[in-house]
């Protein structure tokens, strides 16, 4: 059986209330950005905030191949899960 590569796919967002930098990542099967684009993120920041974003709202958006012990791209909150799921950093 052939094994599944994965993809770890990282997003920068900018903290609209304070201007940090917030990161977040899911993982999918897929290593374009066109169906992580569409993945909902809830980050928070040190200043307070919080609120969901989708990937396309990120400031930087890249891709790198991924490997873990179980498949991660098959988690509710990966790229590839639901995209009412959420991941944040």
């Known amino acids: 059986m ?6 770890a796919h990282v997003f920068l ?6 201007g940090r930098p917030l990161a977040a990542a899911c993982a999918s099967q897929q290593s ?3 169906m992580a684009d569409a993945h909902l993120f809830d980050p928070h920041c040190f200043c307070g905030w919080t ?3 989708m990937g396309l709202d ?3 958006h890249w891709v790198e191949p991924w490997e873990s ?4 791209s098959n988690q ?6 639901k995209i009412e799921g959420s991941v944040g950093a």
């Not at 967002?13 to 304070?18: D, N, S, V």
């Open 32 to 34: 374009n950005l066109e």
């Open 58 to 60: 990120g400031v930087k």
């Open 13 to 18: 967002f900018r903290c609209p209330a304070c």
């Open 76 to 81: 509710p909150d990966s790229c590839d899960g």
């Open 51 to 53: 609120s969901t974003l």
């Open 2 to 7: 052939a094994e599944t590569q994965e993809f």
């Open 69 to 72: 012990p179980t498949r991660v």
